[in-house]
């Protein structure tokens, strides 16, 4: 089955304390993203991928790093995380068929951090 | 940078009514624009995908339209159920890498 799979699904941490949380699809796409969601703001890309070794930030990258050793994985990290980076992530990966993109996400990251 | 807004933020209806949900987007350079269903503290579920070139897309209840030069979409859904309740999103891809989001309408179908 294609699909984009995330873990863990839920947590919860302490502040400054480093955590990674890992992403990985199926179906070999190019391109991934990490968004944010926080209640009223919508989704917020973090960060993207265009291919192994080749990542750029979204609209809110501060505080978060990615990387992208391998095509069907895009982990994202928080170094010293903070109360702020509580919220909702998602990872998302892109089918791209000539002018035709869509996008699939996976089941998302209830991150917690006190 | 690309705006998206979704009006309005909540609405419930009585099961059996159509729901118009609207979004507007200020950039008209737009990939495509995606439909997308969440249930509460759940992922994203891809309903309907616009293409730049098109003017709408169906599948069984849903409808959608798109109006590139005023910057619009219009999801319909047909005879509403309660099962129908959930955050719909609509977001619009102006490059390769990236979706932008509106806040999302919340529907709620009473039985």
């Known amino acids: 089955e294609a699909q984009v799979t995330q873990n863990p699904r839920y947590l919860i941490t302490v502040t400054g304390k480093k955590l990674t949380v890992t992403c990985s699809q199926n179906?070999?796409?190019?391109?991934m993203s990490w968004y944010r969601q926080d209640p009223g703001l919508g989704l917020r890309q973090i960060y993207y991928s265009m291919n192994v070794e080749v990542t750029d930030k979204g609209d809110v990258p501060e505080g978060y790093k990615v990387s992208r050793k391998e095509k069907r994985n895009f982990p994202l990290i928080l170094e010293s995380p903070s109360p702020n980076q509580t919220s909702l992530y998602f990872c998302?990966?892109?089918?791209?068929?000539?002018?035709?993109?869509?996008?699939?996400f996976g089941p998302g990251t209830r991150l917690t951090v006190t | 940078k690309q705006e998206v807004t979704q009006i309005p933020a909540a609405l419930s209806v009585p099961e059996g009514e159509n729901l118009v949900l609207n979004c507007s987007f200020t950039d008209s350079a737009i990939y495509n624009l995606q439909w997308f269903r969440q249930d509460p503290g759940k992922g994203l579920t891809s309903l309907l995908l616009?293409?730049?070139?098109?003017r709408e897309q169906t599948s069984g209840r849903l409808n959608a339209s798109l109006d590139k030069s005023s910057g619009r979409s219009t999801l319909y859904i047909a005879a509403s159920q309660p099962g129908d309740s959930a955050t719909y999103l609509c977001?619009?891809?102006?490059?390769?890498?990236?979706?932008?989001f509106g806040a999302g309408t919340t529907v709620t179908v009473r039985a």
């Open positions: 179906m070999n796409h190019e391109y």
């Open positions: 977001a619009v891809r102006a490059n390769d890498y990236k979706l932008s």
């Open positions: 616009i293409q730049s070139s098109q």
């Open positions: 998302a990966s892109t089918r791209a068929t000539g002018a035709a993109y869509e996008q699939y």
